[in-house]
């Protein structure tokens, strides 16, 4: 198949027109006469389906070209691009966002990753021509599948019989190609498969749709290769090379889903702010109330922490390798946990109306129920925190930089630093000008820490409202840094314990603190970014998980960030980093 794309004009403005259009085409989601306003998708959620209005819209706007390289004829050249972009679909229906849009990304980049030529141009054109795909990566042991089952590939001629089933995969009935990981005789691989919607998909039984709590418009069941006509694939990369493969692909995946998961909390933030300025004077839920006000501060700085935290794990792709696998881990454990500590303090805010099924604020008890589930999979939560452990035993060997310089956390004078020009890069949410992406670089083991190891540097830049904030994550840097050096001096063979999840914790937290002071640190010259107060709020959110006695959240930059919220209520913008305008009637 041929596919003619014109060539894909990487620049800031770019990017910002290519959303703005999606944006334009979806319109304003709080509209009832909106064929895809809010309504309609709780109607496709209770029917569990995804609008097909909205998959119609995807097919025109081409939203399965996000995932294609630029060498292949599609857009994708940036990961951090690509989360902005899906923030769009996600900000209106999480399921909508999985299901037609991040399920085949999680599979296509298995094939970009280790795929020969033709099983490239051949998942390129499947994509291009709006057709899906589905994966099932394997289960790590500290997974969290939903069953664990496993597949089996025998060689047979020029590829691989399947055989097997597993249970649960999003878009397995509507997919034309599989990713697969399946037991080969030389160990765990790879393979490129048709899928049930292809006509060499035969051989592949559908399982019952198992009915899920949150995105129930994504059709998830299980695949069985027990057929008359043995489903055969092909591999991708090495036989044996399954395992290796995953590696590198998890930083790729676990950032960029997460990062695209922003734009339901900015519909559950944007809802109940609706709500809250409804309320009479005397409501406590209304703007009259403290208690509103603070929750809405905070969830309008938690927001602004975690896409800080996103911005740092999708670029680190491009700028810092051998440290995404890393970073990628811990947005995967930590995005969900705020997010859902953010969605419970909303609710107390909107009470019974958190949970009303129709009427203007129903899309929030929906985006409640999304938001977990996309914190699931085989590299959820449990097997990120095992990355941060493993990091965690490495950190000893890496030192600590001498007098908090502003060298790598190695001490190496060569590695990137706060102030050099590599990893300001990292920070910079409209700087597009980064290396490619070098996805067999993200498996390697990282021998630096460049994100503490600017921390230290940073916050001697923070004065002002930033600097008590920036003086508790010093402080608990520390404390991190003498908890490593007894966690890698326990006997030889002893497991590293309770202790290390609670140090995993420490460290995920100071990660995006370092992120956000970074991204301050590296600010434009202009605009909300520009300013202290943001960081100082956010920053205050970070260091009272870390020691919920250290430090009071600063009432002007608080009073600042109320005020920029409800300006970017009523000029319809979104509240991450970008504040990008939002589609209107």
Same mark, same amino acid.
């Given at each position: 198949?041929?596919?003619?794309?014109?060539?894909?004009?990487?620049?800031?403005?770019?990017?910002?027109?290519?959303?703005?259009?999606?944006?334009?085409?979806?319109?304003?989601?709080?509209?009832?006469?909106?064929?895809?306003?809010?309504?309609?998708?709780?109607?496709?959620?209770?029917?569990?389906?995804?609008?097909?209005?909205?998959?119609?819209?995807? +097919?025109?706007?081409?939203?399965?070209?996000?995932? #294609? %390289?630029? $060498?292949? !004829?599609? /857009? @994708? =050249?940036?990961?951090?691009?690509?989360?902005?972009?899906?923030?769009?679909?996600?900000?209106?229906?999480?399921?909508?966002?999985?299901?037609?849009?991040?399920?085949?990304?999680?599979?296509?980049?298995?094939?970009?990753?280790?795929?020969?030529?033709?099983?490239?141009?051949?998942?390129?054109?499947?994509?291009?021509?709006?057709?899906?795909?589905?994966?099932?990566?394997?289960?790590?042991?500290?997974?969290? +599948?939903?069953?664990?089952?496993?597949?089996?590939? #025998? %060689?047979? $001629?020029? !590829?691989? /019989? @399947? =055989?097997?089933?597993?249970?649960?995969?999003?878009?397995?009935?509507?997919?034309?190609?599989?990713?697969?990981?399946?037991?080969?005789?030389?160990?765990?691989?790879?393979?490129?498969?048709?899928?049930?919607?292809?006509?060499?998909?035969?051989?592949?039984?559908?399982?019952?749709?198992?009915?899920?709590?949150?995105?129930?418009?994504?059709?998830?069941?299980?695949?069985?290769?027990?057929?008359?006509?043995?489903?055969?694939?092909?591999?991708?990369?090495?036989?044996?090379?399954?395992?290796?493969?995953?590696?590198?692909?998890?930083?790729?995946?676990?950032?960029?889903?997460?990062?695209?998961?922003?734009?339901?909390?900015?519909?559950?933030?944007?809802?109940?702010?609706?709500?809250?300025?409804?309320?009479?004077?005397?409501?406590?839920?209304?703007?009259?109330?403290?208690?509103?006000?603070?929750?809405?501060?905070?969830?309008?700085?938690?927001?602004?922490?975690?896409?800080?935290?996103?911005?740092?794990?999708?670029?680190?792709?491009?700028?810092?390798?051998?440290?995404?696998?890393?970073?990628?881990?811990?947005?995967?454990?930590?995005?969900?946990?705020?997010?859902?500590?953010?969605?419970?303090?909303?609710?107390?805010?909107?009470?019974?109306?958190?949970?009303?099924?129709?009427?203007?604020?129903?899309?929030?008890?929906?985006?409640?129920?999304?938001?977990?589930?996309?914190?699931?999979?085989?590299?959820?939560?449990?097997?990120?925190?095992?990355?941060?452990?493993?990091?965690?035993?490495?950190?000893?060997?890496?030192?600590?930089?001498?007098?908090?310089?502003?060298?790598?956390?190695?001490?190496?004078?060569?590695?990137?630093?706060?102030?050099?020009?590599?990893?300001?890069?990292?920070?910079?949410?409209?700087?597009?000008?980064?290396?490619?992406?070098?996805?067999?670089?993200?498996?390697?083991?990282?021998?630096?820490?460049?994100?503490?190891?600017?921390?230290?540097?940073?916050?001697?830049?923070?004065?002002?409202?930033?600097?008590?904030?920036?003086?508790?994550?010093?402080?608990?840097?520390?404390?991190?840094?003498?908890?490593?050096?007894?966690?890698?001096?326990?006997?030889?063979?002893?497991?590293?314990?309770?202790?290390?999840?609670?140090?995993?914790?420490?460290?995920?937290?100071?990660?995006?603190?370092?992120?956000?002071?970074?991204?301050?640190?590296?600010?434009?010259?202009?605009?909300?970014?520009?300013?202290?107060?943001?960081?100082?709020?956010?920053?205050?959110?970070?260091?009272?998980?870390?020691?919920?006695?250290?430090?009071?959240?600063?009432?002007?930059?608080?009073?600042?960030?109320?005020?920029?919220?409800?300006?970017?209520?009523?000029?319809?913008?979104?509240?991450?980093?970008?504040?990008?305008?939002?589609?209107?009637?």
């Amino acid at each position: 198949m041929t596919t003619v794309v014109d060539p894909v004009d990487s620049s800031e403005v770019a990017v910002q027109e290519r959303i703005a259009r999606l944006e334009h085409d979806f319109g304003d989601l709080d509209d009832p006469g909106n064929p895809l306003g809010a309504q309609q998708f709780l109607a496709a959620d209770e029917r569990q389906r995804l609008l097909p209005t909205a998959e119609r819209l995807l +097919d025109a706007f081409g939203l399965n070209a996000e995932f #294609v %390289p630029i $060498g292949l !004829g599609g /857009r @994708l =050249g940036r990961l951090d691009v690509l989360a902005r972009v899906l923030r769009v679909v996600f900000r209106r229906d999480a399921a909508l966002g999985l299901g037609y849009g991040l399920t085949s990304y999680l599979a296509a980049v298995g094939v970009w990753t280790a795929g020969t030529p033709s099983q490239r141009q051949e998942t390129a054109g499947l994509l291009l021509a709006h057709g899906r795909m589905a994966c099932a990566y394997p289960e790590p042991p500290q997974g969290n +599948d939903f069953l664990r089952n496993r597949l089996t590939a #025998v %060689p047979d $001629g020029a !590829g691989y /019989r @399947l =055989g097997g089933r597993k249970e649960a995969l999003n878009n397995g009935a509507r997919a034309g190609a599989l990713v697969l990981f399946a037991d080969t005789p030389d160990g765990l691989s790879a393979l490129l498969a048709p899928g049930p919607a292809h006509p060499d998909g035969a051989g592949i039984r559908l399982l019952p749709r198992r009915p899920t709590t949150g995105v129930r418009g994504c059709a998830v069941q299980g695949l069985a290769f027990d057929g008359p006509r043995p489903a055969s694939g092909r591999l991708l990369g090495p036989a044996g090379g399954g395992t290796r493969l995953a590696e590198h692909v998890f930083p790729l995946t676990r950032s960029a889903g997460l990062s695209m998961t922003l734009g339901c909390a900015d519909t559950a933030l944007r809802t109940t702010t609706a709500f809250a300025r409804s309320r009479r004077r005397r409501s406590l839920a209304s703007l009259h109330s403290s208690r509103t006000r603070t929750a809405l501060v905070n969830a309008f700085a938690d927001l602004l922490v975690c896409d800080c935290l996103a911005l740092v794990a999708t670029r680190a792709t491009h700028v810092l390798p051998r440290e995404s696998r890393t970073l990628g881990a811990v947005a995967k454990y930590l995005l969900p946990m705020v997010l859902t500590e953010t969605m419970d303090d909303l609710s107390i805010v909107l009470g019974s109306e958190a949970y009303a099924t129709s009427g203007s604020y129903a899309i929030f008890q929906k985006t409640a129920r999304d938001l977990p589930m996309l914190g699931l999979g085989s590299a959820g939560a449990s097997a990120s925190r095992a990355v941060l452990v493993a990091q965690l035993l490495r950190l000893p060997a890496f030192g600590t930089p001498p007098d908090g310089g502003a060298t790598g956390a190695g001490g190496d004078p060569d590695a990137p630093c706060a102030t050099g020009d590599g990893l300001a890069r990292l920070f910079r949410p409209f700087d597009a000008a980064l290396p490619p992406c070098e996805v067999w670089e993200n498996g390697l083991p990282a021998d630096r820490d460049s994100l503490l190891g600017s921390l230290e540097e940073s916050a001697r830049h923070a004065g002002g409202p930033l600097a008590e904030a920036a003086g508790v994550l010093v402080e608990q840097l520390g404390v991190l840094r003498d908890g490593c050096a007894e966690l890698a001096a326990r006997p030889v063979g002893q497991p590293p314990g309770p202790r290390a999840f609670a140090l995993a914790d420490r460290y995920a937290l100071l990660v995006a603190g370092a992120a956000c002071l970074g991204v301050w640190r590296h600010r434009p010259s202009g605009g909300f970014l520009a300013g202290p107060d943001w960081a100082a709020t956010a920053l205050t959110r970070v260091a009272g998980r870390l020691d919920r006695a250290a430090v009071r959240m600063p009432e002007a930059p608080a009073d600042h960030l109320l005020t920029e919220l409800l300006h970017r209520f009523d000029d319809a913008r979104s509240y991450d980093l970008y504040a990008t305008a939002l589609g209107r009637s």
